[in-house]
């Protein structure tokens, strides 16, 4: 049973970055997919970046492409997404998730996520 914890949240302000990890427990990231979703007050939750674990394809949100990174550190069994230029509109509780299929709206496992909090 993989187990994800996300770390990284916090508040701050807009135009500045922040960097969201991500550590699984219980098993492995080399195969399938992992992706960062978020979750915004009254809205449903989205992808907003994914990577194909094969290969390290990867997939971003229009609404974020440009700004986000997806990232992992084998090593260390962990997921990055680097975010820059951060607006108001990306305050979300933000969620990873991992399933050995690849990445989709249903994945395996999950989270309990991490609040982003950007002050305009």
């Known amino acids: 049973q993989v187990q994800l914890l996300e770390s990284g949240g916090g508040l701050v302000q807009a135009g500045g970055s922040r960097r969201l990890s991500c550590a699984a427990s219980?098993?492995?990231?080399?195969?399938?997919?992992v992706a960062w979703f978020r979750q915004a007050p009254g809205k449903e939750r989205d992808i907003v970046a994914a990577?194909?674990?094969?290969?390290?394809?990867?997939y971003y949100a229009d609404s974020v492409k440009g700004r986000f990174t997806i990232s992992r550190d084998i090593a260390k069994n962990t997921v990055y997404l680097q975010m820059n230029d951060l607006k108001p509109e990306d305050t979300a509780v933000y969620y990873c998730?991992?399933?050995?299929?690849?990445?989709?709206?249903?994945?395996?496992?999950w989270g309990k996520g991490t609040l982003v909090t950007v002050s305009s």
């Open positions: 219980g098993g492995t990231l080399d195969n399938g997919g």
């Open positions: 990577m194909r674990l094969g290969d390290g394809r990867t």
């Open positions: 998730a991992a399933d050995s299929r690849g990445y989709g709206p249903a994945m395996d496992y």
